[in-house]
T-cell receptor, first 114, second 113 residues
Framework: GNSVTQMEGPVTLSEEAFLTINCTYT??????LFWYVQYPGEGLQLLLK?????DKGSNKGFEATYRKETTSFHLEKGSVQVSDSAVYFC?????????????FGGGTRVLVKP | GAGVSQSPSNKVTEKGKDVELRCDPI?????LYWYRQSLGQGLEFLIY????????KSGLPSDRFSAERTGGSVSTLTIQRTQQEDSAVYLC???????????FGPGTRLTVT
């Protein structure tokens, strides 16, 4: 079945530091890949997505590239802010024939200190 | 516009009792999903409704769990004879179509004592 593995947190870093959160997946066919973010006290929000190999999703300074050869979708941001403190979830959605449910990684808590 | 809403926001119940959790999707969204977020299991899919099609129940953990969607809009997740391991945050999401971007509600935190 489908599965997503992402680095465990918490990740603690200083403002303006570079952030990378690793995400790898196992899936049949060609899944779509997502990063969701959960800010303190808020619901899950879609951060970015990529639907085919070599696509780059980007939003709010975050980027992730769909790498089929390494089955990865690592999240990066060049200069984090305190407001980026949140829990980040990598997720995949299988091909339509496999249903539209999302399979999530375990989440990575990120804490950015001023 | 209004997002996905869920009620109640918090529910404390005694072991063995039944509970009902409600989800109001975004108006016009044809697909509705339930997920569970717990410390031990992370975020896991429970059930998915798409229009008038039979729901995908493949994620329901036991026959104590059931869900329905009335009139293609509001959905209710029912847990019968609750157990302590049912304690979790239950998340509902909806999308305009399937596949499509899923918009999540704030969740219902269920605590079984």
């Amino acid at each position: 079945g489908n599965s997503v593995t992402q680095m465990e947190g918490p990740v603690t870093l200083s403002e303006e530091a570079f952030l990378t959160i690793n995400c790898t997946y196992t899936a049949t066919g060609y899944p779509s890949l997502f990063w969701y973010v959960q800010y303190p006290g808020e619901g899950l929000q879609l951060l970015l997505k990529a639907t085919k190999a070599d696509d780059k999703g980007s939003n709010k300074g975050f980027e992730a590239t769909y790498r089929k050869e390494t089955t990865s979708f690592h999240l990066e941001k060049g200069s984090v802010q305190v407001s980026d403190s949140a829990v980040y979830f990598c997720a995949l959605r299988g091909p339509e024939a496999a249903g539209n449910k999302l399979t999530f990684g375990g989440g990575t808590r990120v804490l950015v200190k001023p | 516009g209004a997002g996905v809403s869920q009620s109640p926001s918090n529910k404390v119940t005694e072991k063995g009792k039944d509970v009902e959790l409600r989800c109001d999707p975004i108006s016009g969204h044809t697909a509705l999903y339930w997920y569970r977020q717990s410390l031990g299991q992370g975020l896991e899919f429970l059930i998915y409704f798409q229009g008038n099609s039979a729901p995908d129940k493949s994620g329901l953990p036991s026959d104590r769990f059931s869900a329905e969607r009335t009139g293609g809009s509001v959905s209710t997740l029912t847990i019968q004879r609750t157990q302590q391991e049912d304690s979790a945050v239950y998340l509902c999401a909806s999308s305009l179509a399937a596949p499509g971007e899923q918009y999540f509600g704030p969740g219902t935190r269920l605590t079984v004592t």
